[in-house]
């Protein structure tokens, strides 16, 4: 028995991340965390393959789907989505999109490129919409 010692209080924020890391299905990390170039208050941005049970598990842990406005703001060239799912509190916010099945190996396969070729795209340097034309253009050729 430890006398004393304060347990480690988590936010709701890590104790989200850390069921998403326990999910029975895979949670891909994508965006400024994946590829190098975060900072300390950076969101977290996942995608995983469009399931009624992944809804489902986002939707217990308090995730909110977006509407179509926030969706063609946020994501409005990101090619096989077919949802947004986000958590947002005041430590931070998590994003999740839902894509589909068929889309999902490209997504992968795009997701490693450019963290592969970030340095060489200068990607940290980029504007958000710089980001998402080469997203849309890598994916486009890779289907």
Not at 28 to 35: E, K, M, Q, V
Request: proline share 2%.
């Amino acid at each position: 028995m430890i006398v004393n010692l304060q347990p480690e209080v988590k936010t709701n924020l890590e104790v989200r991340l850390q069921k998403l890391r326990n999910a029975p299905f895979q949670f891909y990390l994508t965006g400024s965390r994946f590829f190098g170039h975060a900072k300390p208050n950076s969101d977290w941005d996942f995608f995983t393959a469009d399931r009624v049970d992944a809804r489902n598990f986002l939707k217990e842990l308090d995730f909110l789907e977006l509407n179509t406005e926030e969706i063609q703001e946020s994501y409005r060239d990101a090619l096989g989505t077919c949802s947004i799912y986000r958590y947002v509190d005041k430590s931070g916010q998590i994003d999740v999109q839902l894509i589909q099945f068929d889309w999902l190996d490209y997504k992968i396969k795009v997701n490693n490129l450019i963290k592969n070729l970030a340095i060489c795209l200068k990607w940290a340097e980029m504007s958000k919409n710089a980001q998402r034309t080469v997203w849309s253009s890598l994916l486009s050729i890779m289907t």
